[in-house]
C-alpha cells in the first residue's frame, strides 16, 4: 500500500483492521440471513405439511361421523361396532398420507372409554342424561367416538403424524315428558282459567298472554325454537276473528316456577322424526297450495304416524283412501302406530277384521268378544256441522268378557290397538272412533291409534296413581265427551248438552286446525285456531266443571278429516281446566311411545 502524506503505517493498519471487520461482519449478517431465510421457509414448509396432515385426519373424522350418521338413521337406534366397522370399509385416501391407525367408531360408556373391540356385536349403553340448553328436558343418551391417526413426511424429510378424536352422541328424547309440544304455532289468547304444570315446547312461535293475571299460570318451563318467537303480549295471527277478542288487552302469563326469566328459554328444534323433516317429508302440494309433483303417498307429513302406507286423506272429500303400494322411508315406517300395533281392527260399517301382530296371539273365541265390544252410532258434531259415523269401543266389555284373558289382557299382547273406519254406516257423513268406558284400562297400559278422529267418552284411565297404566291415544283429532254426554242431544242447543266433571289420564297425539287453515273443498280462510287450550276439543257447556287433564299433548301435523273451524257460539262453553304432566310416564312411557332424536359431536381433540 502506498503511503498516503500525513498518515503513519500505524493508521493505515488500523483502517485495514476496520475494514476488514466490517466485510466480515457483512458476511456474517448475510449468512445469518440466509439460515434464517432456509429455517422460515423450512418452517414454513413444515407449517403447510402439517396443516394438510391435520386438515386429511379431520377429513377422515368427517367421513367416520357421515357413516355412523347413516347407520343410525337407517334403523332408528344405535347401532353395534361390528357394523359401523363393516360399513366404514375403505376409508378415502389422501394424497402424501397414509393411515396410521384404523378410522374408528366405537361405542363408549359415559366416562368415553371404549365398552367393546370394534369387531364386537354390541351396541353402547344408554345413559340418562339432562339436556344441555333444554332446561327441565331428559334424554337417554348413547355414547360413540370416532378416532383415527394419518402419518407422512415433511419436505424436508422428517416423518410428521397427527392423531384426532371426538365424541359422538346419539340421544332419545321422549316428547311424552312434556305437558304439551307442538310442531307448528303454540297460542294460548285469553284463555279461561287454567294452569299448565310440567314442560311446554313449540318448534315455532310461541303466542302465551292472558286477560287478566292469574289466569294462565306456567309451574314449569315453556320453550320456543323462533327467534324471537316469545310473545306474551301479541296477538296471535287470525285471532281478531274471533268474538272473544279484545284490542289491546293482553297481559303476560304468570311463571309460579321462578318467573319469567328462570322458566322461558330459547331452543333448538327437537326433531319428532329424528332427522331434518325437509328431507324426510315430501308434501304433495306446497304450503302456497301448488303441486309438487311428489306422488308417494307415505312421506307427506308427520300424520303418516297415524296412517297405514300406502293411504292417504282426499283432501276435497276428505276420505280415506287406499293408494297403489308405494316405497315407505324406514324412518317413517318404523314409528307408524299401525306398523307397532299387536291388534288392528278396521271397520266397514259394522263388519270388523281382527288381525294381529308384532308377537301378539288370540284364539277365536277372544276375537269374537272383543268384536262384541264394538258397535256402530251416529251423532252430529257441532263443530264439524256433520253427522259421524262412530265405531265405539267399550273398553270395559272388551276386558271383561266370557272368556279369559280378554283380548286386551292377553300375555302375547303388545298394548298397542290400531283401529279405523275406512266405510260409512249409510250416512255420506265422516267416520270416527269412540273410546267408552275406560276409566279401567290393562295394567300394562293401552296405546289406542287410528287415522280416524277419536272421541273420548266419559273418565278415562282413572285408576288409582298407583295402578293406573300409562295410556296414549293418536288420531286426526281427539274430542272430549264428559261423563254426562247423550248421543240423543248430540244435535240439540247447547243449553241441552251440559257436561259434568270429567278426568282423562292419556297422552293425545293429534292433528290441529291451525289459525288462518284454508278449507280445501271450498277456499275459505279461517280465524283463530282456538289455541292449546282448544287442542282436545269440546261439543258441551261446561260452565261450571273442570276438565282434569294428565299427560302430555302432542301437535304435529293438520288434521284433514275432522277440519270443522273453531269457534265457541252453540258449539260449547269451556270447562275450568285443570292440566298437568303425566309422572307415570316418567320411567314408564306409554306403548308404543313416540321419541325424538338428537345427534351431537363433540369439540375435536388431538392426541
Do not use: C
Amino acid at each position: 500500500m502506498m503511503n498516503r502524506p500525513g498518515i503513519t503505517r500505524a493508521e493505515q493498519a488500523s483502517a485495514l483492521i476496520v475494514t476488514m471487520f466490517v466485510i466480515f461482519l457483512i458476511a456474517v449478517s448475510v449468512g445469518i440471513a440466509m439460515n434464517l431465510t432456509t429455517t422460515t421457509f423450512r418452517q414454513t414448509g413444515g407449517s403447510r405439511d402439517l396443516t394438510a396432515l391435520r386438515d386429511s385426519a379431520e377429513g377422515a373424522l368427517e367421513y367416520g361421523y357421515g357413516i355412523w350418521t347413516k347407520e343410525i338413521n337407517g334403523v332408528y337406534k344405535p347401532v353395534a361396532n361390528s357394523v359401523l366397522t363393516t360399513a366404514l370399509g375403505t376409508p378415502p385416501a389422501f394424497s402424501g398420507f397414509s393411515y396410521a391407525t384404523t378410522l374408528q367408531v366405537i361405542g363408549t360408556d359415559q366416562y368415553g372409554r371404549p365398552t367393546a373391540s370394534a369387531t364386537a356385536a354390541s351396541t353402547p349403553p344408554p345413559v340418562s342424561i339432562n339436556l344441555d340448553n333444554y332446561p327441565g328436558w331428559v334424554g337417554t343418551n348413547s355414547s360413540y367416538v370416532a378416532n383415527v391417526r394419518m402419518s407422512g413426511t415433511s419436505n424436508g424429510g422428517r416423518p410428521i403424524s397427527y392423531g384426532v378424536k371426538r365424541s359422538i352422541n346419539y340421544t332419545v328424547v321422549p316428547l311424552f315428558q312434556a305437558t304439551a309440544f307442538f310442531e307448528d304455532d303454540l297460542e294460548l289468547f285469553r284463555p279461561a282459567t287454567m294452569t299448565i304444570g310440567g314442560l311446554v315446547h313449540t318448534n315455532s312461535n310461541a303466542y302465551v298472554s292472558s286477560s287478566n293475571a292469574g289466569v294462565l299460570t306456567f309451574t314449569g318451563h315453556l320453550s320456543y325454537s323462533a327467534t324471537n318467537g316469545y310473545l306474551d303480549t301479541t296477538d296471535p295471527p287470525q285471532s281478531n276473528t274471533w268474538s272473544g277478542w279484545q284490542p289491546n288487552s293482553e297481559i303476560p302469563p304468570t311463571y309460579s316456577g321462578g318467573g319469567q326469566a328462570q322458566q322461558v328459554d330459547q331452543v333448538n328444534r327437537i326433531e319428532p322424526l329424528g332427522s331434518d323433516s325437509a328431507t324426510l317429508l315430501h308434501p304433495p302440494v306446497n304450503p302456497q297450495g301448488v303441486s309438487t309433483g311428489d306422488t308417494n303417498p307415505n312421506d307427506d307429513s308427520m300424520r303418516e304416524l297415524i296412517e297405514p302406507p300406502d293411504t292417504y286423506v282426499d283432501p276435497q272429500t276428505q276420505k280415506i283412501t287406499t293408494a297403489a303400494p308405494a316405497t315407505d322411508p324406514q324412518t317413517i315406517a318404523d314409528r307408524r302406530l299401525y306398523n307397532k300395533a299387536g291388534i288392528r281392527i278396521r271397520a266397514s260399517g259394522s263388519t270388523y277384521t281382527v288381525t294381529t301382530a308384532n308377537g301378539t296371539s288370540l284364539n277365536a273365541p277372544q276375537i269374537t268378544d272383543l268384536k262384541a265390544a264394538l258397535s256402530q252410532q251416529t251423532i252430529y258434531d257441532k263443530r264439524e256441522g256433520k253427522y259421524v259415523d262412530l265405531t265405539t269401543l267399550d273398553i270395559s266389555q272388551a276386558m271383561v268378557n266370557g272368556v279369559a284373558p280378554s283380548a286386551l289382557t292377553d300375555a302375547t299382547f303388545n298394548n298397542i290397538l290400531y283401529i279405523d273406519d275406512l266405510d260409512s254406516t249409510g250416512y255420506a257423513d265422516p267416520q270416527g272412533i269412540r273410546l267408552k268406558n275406560g276409566s279401567v284400562l290393562p295394567t300394562g297400559g293401552l296405546t289406542v291409534a287410528s287415522q280416524n278422529p277419536i272421541y273420548i267418552q266419559g273418565d278415562y284411565n282413572t285408576g288409582s296413581a298407583i295402578t293406573r297404566g300409562a295410556a296414549a291415544v293418536f288420531a286426526d283429532s281427539v274430542t272430549i265427551l264428559s261423563n254426562a254426554w247423550d248421543d240423543s242431544n248430540s244435535a240439540a242447543s247447547l243449553s241441552s248438552r251440559n257436561a259434568s266433571n270429567t278426568t282423562v289420564n292419556t297422552a293425545i297425539v293429534a292433528g290441529f286446525i291451525p289459525s288462518g287453515f284454508v278449507d280445501p273443498k271450498t277456499g275459505t280462510q279461517y280465524g283463530y285456531s282456538g289455541g292449546l287450550n282448544n287442542f282436545p276439543r269440546f261439543l258441551e257447556d261446561w260452565s261450571g266443571n273442570t276438565f282434569t287433564y294428565t299427560g302430555s299433548m302432542i301437535e304435529l301435523f293438520t288434521s284433514q278429516i275432522a277440519t270443522g273451524e273453531w269457534d265457541t257460539g252453540n258449539i260449547y262453553i269451556p270447562p275450568t281446566r285443570n292440566w298437568n304432566f303425566d309422572s307415570n310416564f316418567v320411567g314408564n312411557p306409554p306403548p308404543g311411545s313416540l321419541d325424538a332424536v338428537t345427534l351431537a359431536r363433540g369439540p375435536l381433540v388431538r392426541y
